[in-house]
């Protein structure tokens, strides 16, 4: 079946730096991926669709400046958390479709101390 | 704007019972649901996903129903086993590849 990666696994950071997480579809081509952040004991909420070529469509509340999103090719899409707060501390999903199904890669989690 | 929520929030039952997780959506026009487990810490895994033409699918001990007019989706679990023990998502699309998470239910089964 389809996989989808990220890198990395988890990720330690110290407030006001950045930090770059990697979504990329292992076999096969993705015009379109989805970033999902889910904080502790909550659900996935959806932040963004990361679009190739093209710039990423945000979710209302999501600031488009401090989540850097780059879908540079057809099997790569970058986030980039910007100036991290510890409230940006959460576990952080891709996904990209493959005909009728989305395949969510294995997540990344952030802590920003 | 679609909504999707899981009753109950949280379930402990023990070894064996049969059990059913409920998915309720707002918006009928759905074009996929999915059902997922997460565990602890850990990614999403797809149990079970049911096209808006589909009323059911079965995996193993697994058995996800659909219907679209009363929007609810439910989760049957046979024979539950302590390995079942996670968090179950459902999450619904309208079409767009754009998943509206429920808000999960977390299941412990006691040995």
């Known amino acids: 079946g389809a996989v989808v990666s990220q890198h990395p696994s988890w990720v330690i950071c110290k407030s006001g730096t950045s930090v770059k997480i990697e979504c990329r579809s292992l076999d096969f081509q993705a015009t379109t991926m989805f970033w999902y952040r889910q904080f502790p004991k909550q659900s996935l909420m959806l932040m963004a669709t990361?679009?190739?070529?093209?710039?990423?469509?945000?979710e209302q509340g999501v600031e488009k400046d401090k989540f850097l999103i780059n879908h540079a090719s057809l099997t790569l899409s970058t986030l980039t958390v910007t100036s991290a707060h510890p409230e940006d501390s959460s576990f952080y999903i891709c996904?990209?479709?493959?005909?009728?199904?989305?395949?969510f890669g294995p997540g990344t989690r952030l802590t920003v101390l | 704007k679609q909504e999707v929520t899981q009753i109950p929030a949280a379930l402990s039952v023990p070894e064996g019972e049969n059990l059913v997780l409920n998915c309720s959506f707002t918006?009928?026009?759905?074009?996929?649901l999915q059902w997922f487990r997460q565990d602890p810490g850990k990614g999403l895994t797809s149990l079970l996903l049911i096209q808006s033409s589909q009323r059911e699918q079965t995996s193993g001990r697994l058995n996800a129903s659909l219907d679209k007019s009363s929007g609810r989706s439910t989760l049957y679990i046979a024979a539950s086993q302590p390995g079942d023990s996670a968090t179950y998502l459902c999450?619904?699309?309208?079409?767009?590849?754009?998943?509206?998470f429920g808000t999960g239910t977390r299941l412990k089964v006691l040995a």
């Open positions: 996904s990209a479709p493959l005909l009728d199904t989305q395949y």
């Open positions: 990361s679009n190739e070529g093209s710039k990423a469509t945000y």
């Open positions: 999450a619904a699309t309208s079409g767009t590849y754009k998943y509206i």
């Open positions: 918006d009928s026009a759905i074009y996929n």
